[in-house]
């Protein structure tokens, strides 16, 4: 029996992708405040976690467990997790400070899975992880910034500037597990122009791997899309997808979510002429 990999639903997997490769998805608590009629979120328990790491490597036949969550900055789940990994003896549960959030997540899991499927073992499909992450990035635009500023999930340096924010159209990446700040302009059109140059500036003329995803907002993400699929090389490939419920929730309605993975990291760059 393979490894095997477990995130949590922050990395907003599909069905079918977790069906087809085998990716155990926990579940992240999205939970209601009555008083205030606010939604707000809850990261996952070691008891979880533990349970979780336990059946998969009953399944795996010890052959190990990958753990990939979201950044540990962004949520309690990754300390929770290393509690977790601590109960299990020889390095059987390894778990990643992914430092990301979102679909570069998924994309690490899916890669790792890909080499698990094959038979590969822990430290290969941990490699392999790694090198997604490694190799990825993550813009959020925000149509608004109540939600976020609500949260307490940006750097303090953001949270600084957050009132001048009010009448922008700010996009935020995330840096070393937190979300920073890369730009702010009038309009959502501007926007995306913003980022499709970023993405472009980053892909050094490779194949890019994009996936979108969109707080009810479908329309402006196929937009999005759009814009990436006439100027991207041939060889990229994109998914568009609603976003997540806890990562929703703090982005609020109209945010839109660029992962994106690249061919290189960045330091091979200077390498490439």
């Given at each position: 029996?393979?490894?095997?990999?477990?995130?949590?639903?922050?990395?907003?997997?599909?069905?079918?992708?977790?069906?087809?490769?085998?990716?155990?998805?926990?579940?992240?608590?999205?939970?209601?405040?009555?008083?205030?009629?606010?939604?707000?979120?809850?990261?996952?328990?070691?008891?979880?976690?533990?349970?979780?790491?336990?059946?998969?490597?009953?399944?795996?036949?010890?052959?190990?467990?990958?753990?990939?969550?979201?950044?540990?900055n962004l949520?309690?789940?990754?300390?929770?997790?290393?509690?977790?990994?601590?109960?299990?003896?020889?390095?059987?549960?390894?778990?990643?400070?992914?430092?990301?959030?979102?679909?570069?997540?998924?994309?690490?899991?899916?890669?790792?899975?890909?080499?698990?499927?094959?038979?590969?073992?822990?430290?290969?499909?941990?490699?392999?992880?790694?090198?997604?992450?490694?190799?990825?990035?993550?813009?959020?635009?925000?149509?608004?910034?109540?939600?976020?500023?609500?949260?307490g999930r940006?750097?303090?340096?953001?949270?600084?500037?957050?009132?001048?924010?009010?009448?922008?159209?700010?996009?935020?990446?995330?840096?070393?597990?937190?979300?920073?700040?890369?730009?702010?302009?009038?309009?959502?059109?501007?926007?995306?122009?913003?980022?499709?140059?970023?993405?472009?500036?980053?892909?050094?003329?490779?194949?890019?791997?994009?996936?979108?995803?969109?707080?009810?907002?479908?329309?402006?993400?196929?937009?999005l899309r759009?814009?990436?699929?006439?100027?991207?090389?041939?060889?990229?490939?994109?998914?568009?997808?609603?976003?997540?419920?806890?990562?929703?929730?703090?982005?609020?309605?109209?945010?839109?979510?660029?992962?994106?993975?690249?061919?290189?990291?960045?330091?091979?760059?200077?390498?490439?002429?």
């Amino acid at each position: 029996m393979p490894v095997r990999i477990v995130t949590d639903s922050s990395a907003s997997l599909s069905e079918d992708v977790i069906e087809e490769l085998g990716i155990t998805v926990v579940d992240l608590h999205v939970m209601e405040d009555e008083e205030r009629h606010e939604a707000f979120t809850s990261g996952l328990s070691a008891l979880e976690l533990t349970a979780a790491y336990a059946r998969q490597l009953e399944r795996g036949g010890d052959e190990g467990v990958l753990a990939l969550h979201l950044s540990k900055n962004l949520s309690s789940t990754w300390s929770a997790a290393v509690q977790a990994a601590a109960v299990f003896p020889d390095n059987m549960v390894r778990v990643l400070d992914t430092g990301s959030v979102g679909m570069a997540i998924g994309a690490a899991a899916m890669a790792a899975a890909k080499l698990a499927s094959q038979g590969k073992d822990l430290d290969t499909c941990q490699e392999m992880a790694i090198d997604t992450l490694e190799r990825s990035s993550t813009w959020i635009y925000l149509h608004r910034i109540d939600e976020i500023r609500k949260s307490g999930r940006i750097s303090a340096t953001t949270a600084v500037l957050s009132a001048a924010l009010l009448a922008t159209k700010p996009i935020m990446q995330i840096k070393d597990g937190r979300l920073e700040l890369v730009g702010k302009t009038r309009t959502q059109s501007k926007a995306f122009t913003k980022l499709v140059e970023l993405v472009i500036e980053r892909a050094h003329e490779d194949p890019v791997f994009i996936a979108i995803q969109h707080n009810e907002a479908e329309e402006s993400a196929g937009d999005l899309r759009d814009m990436f699929e006439e100027v991207l090389p041939e060889g990229s490939s994109f998914m568009t997808m609603p976003m997540e419920e806890t990562l929703s929730v703090h982005t609020g309605e109209g945010a839109v979510g660029v992962s994106a993975v690249f061919a290189d990291r960045p330091e091979d760059f200077s390498t490439v002429s």
